[in-house]
T-cell receptor, first 112, second 113 residues
Framework: DTAVSQTPKYLVTQMGNDKSIKCEQNLGHDTMYWYKQDSKKFLKIMFSYNNKELIINETVPNRFSPKSPDKAHLNLHINSLELGDSAVYFC???????????FGEGSRLTVL | DQQVKQNSPSLSVQEGRISILNCDYT??????FLWYKKYPAEGPTFLIS???IKDKNEDGRFTVFLNKSAKHLSLHIVPSQPGDSAVYFC????????????WGLGTSLAVNP
């Protein structure tokens, strides 16, 4: 039973396309996150939602739009994909009070 | 400007010996520190943490030490095992910024049999 699951695991697409990555957690956590790990392996937070409310919104292009339909789900939609969007995107969840994040396996996005 | 620095990108240790991974930080508003372990093609996994009010936390073979005056923490693994070979990330929680975690770049540990 996967605690934090994200789909798809691999995504290859052309520049200019729109794509979504979905994330679900079954840990009962109140906070969910999207991280981007770039080619230099740096983990950088993009968004964080606490009880469906956006609490962290880093300097990310408007082409990236998170959507949290409920506390257990946080999806990431990306419009007009660019080459520089190629990276591994990690979803994570936690209880805001503890700060211990549980990560999904990552979704490797390749933009051609 | 990196607020959390792991200055050693890689470390190689013999099985059975001690592994020491270091992490330095600059922000005095950090109130909680965490270590994560990451295998290839997997997400990071929480390993151990320490509150800023403590100087040591131990969990089995893993011990984290915090030196607040030096703004330095370290993760000790003893004895090291080949299965410990992974990338280790240090992260610090910013109490003044929505409890956001700030991450280091990671140290790749190789434990040789």
């Amino acid at each position: 039973d996967t605690a934090v699951s994200q789909t798809p695991k691999y995504l290859v697409t052309q520049m200019g396309n729109d794509k979504s990555i979905k994330c679900e957690q079954n840990l009962g956590h109140d906070t969910m996150y999207w991280y981007k790990q770039d080619s230099k392996k740096f983990l950088k937070i993009m968004f964080s939602y606490n009880n469906k409310e956006l609490i962290i919104n880093e300097t990310v292009p408007n082409r990236f739009s998170p959507k949290s339909p409920d506390k257990a789900h946080l999806n990431l939609h990306i419009n007009s994909l660019e080459l520089g969007d190629s990276a591994v995107y990690f979803c994570a969840s936690s209880l805001l009070s503890t700060g211990e994040l549980f990560f999904g396996e990552g979704s490797r996005l390749t933009v051609l | 400007d990196q607020q959390v620095k792991q200055n050693s990108p890689s470390l190689s240790v013999q099985e059975g010996r001690i592994s020491i991974l270091n992490c330095d930080y600059t922000n005095s508003m950090f109130d909680y520190f965490l270590w994560y372990k990451k295998y290839p093609a997997e997400g990071p996994t929480f390993l151990i943490s320490i509150s800023s009010i403590k100087d040591k936390n131990e969990d089995g073979r893993f011990t984290v030490f915090l030196n607040k005056s030096a703004k330095h923490l370290s993760l000790h693994i003893v004895p090291s095992q080949p299965g410990d070979s992974a990338v280790y990330f240090c992260a610090a929680r910013d109490a003044g910024n929505n409890r956001k975690l700030i991450w280091g770049l990671g140290t790749s540990l190789a434990v040789n049999p």
